[in-house]
């Protein structure tokens, strides 16, 4: 896990999850107790071991790849995980 400041001054902690051979879910969690604002965004993988389908991207080494530049910019893209909305529709 890595973490990352957010221009408010929020010391999100960084993880990756469900790395697939070319892309991973990139989570910001949020230092709340509750799961309730944290974030995701998608990581694309570029190189010549995107294209094997039997590989898996290894979530430190992407995280050692990104800079502090790139997770600024992936932090600006990320969508709320939670939605506010019930759980239960009615109609």
Known sequence: MSSFRSPDGTSWSVKVESPSHSSAILVFVHPS?????????WINARGAGVSDPRARLEPATVLAG?????LASLFRRSMPIHANRPAYLVS
């Not at 107790?33 to 965004?41: D, G, I, L």
């Not at 990104?66 to 790139?70: M, T, V």
């Open 33 to 41: 107790a509750t799961a309730r604002y944290n974030r995701y965004a």
């Open 66 to 70: 990104l800079s502090e530049q790139q």
